[in-house]
């Protein structure tokens, strides 16, 4: 192994591995924490629906499609200053978190916004016949009803914020871009790029099969 991986020292990808999964989950939650209330908002306040305001829902749609339309290597070094002023450093897992969040959260909202909608209207006037408050429409009705397309929403998510790790060892963000980067790049250690390359792979592989597993599951117990 050491003959066909010369350059390859597995305490340091196992690390780099280690910091590319702490900043995804990290930079998950509080996308989800973040992107479901917004999406949920802008479900609600969209043409048509249980508390329809034109102006709300322009606002929030203005803002979530820039910050989607800036590619997020840009969108790191844009919130430089912002990332240095709440982190106390711009490189490492520290610096890399807050563009991931702020690139990710408008990114789910959308997906949210959409899988809200993929639910039969049907059965939120069922809620209403019964006085059911906008709350208790959310709750009970929305949210449970869009369960499989909400965990397919962070699946997708999660998927891109393993991309977003690998972008941000640009910035030195730490983890296997930063890996690829440093080693496999700029010092021309090939095997240290294709090993690299192949985690990350197999990380979306297991996200993928994890995700489709929650879909799946959930799907059932809801015809159920």
């Known amino acids: 192994m050491d003959g066909l991986l010369p350059n390859v020292h597995w305490g340091e990808i196992f690390k780099a591995l280690g910091e590319t999964l702490a900043m995804m989950s990290v930079a998950l939650v509080f996308a989800v924490l973040l992107a479901v ?10 043409k ?13 749609a203005f803002i979530v499609n820039i910050i989607r339309s800036v590619p997020f290597i840009i969108l790191m070094i844009a919130v430089l200053p912002f990332t240095g002023l709440i982190m106390g450093t711009t490189i490492g897992v520290a610096g890399a978190l807050p563009p991931m969040i702020i690139a990710a959260t408008p990114f ?10 993929e639910v039969d209207h049907g059965l939120i006037e069922l809620g ?8 208790q429409t959310v709750i009970h009705i929305l949210l ?24 941000s060892g640009v910035l030195g963000g730490g983890g296997l871009g930063d ?9 021309f250690q090939t095997d240290v790029m294709v090993i690299t390359i192949a985690i990350q792979i197999l990380l979306v592989q297991a996200i993928q099969y994890l995700g489709d597993r929650a879909v799946l599951r959930f799907s059932r117990s809801r015809r159920g």
């Open 128 to 135: 209403q016949s019964m006085a059911a408050t906008t709350r």
């Open 144 to 167: 449970p009803e869009a369960r499989p397309a909400l965990f397919a929403a962070i699946t997708v998510t999660a998927i891109a914020l393993v991309d977003y790790t690998a972008m």
């Open 37 to 46: 209330p917004l999406g949920i908002l802008m479900y609600l306040t969209g």
């Open 108 to 117: 789910l909202a959308r997906l949210v916004e959409i899988a809200l909608r």
């Open 48 to 60: 048509g629906q249980l508390r329809a305001n034109p102006f709300v829902y322009g606002i929030v």
């Open 179 to 187: 890996l690829a980067i440093r080693y496999g790049y700029q010092r």
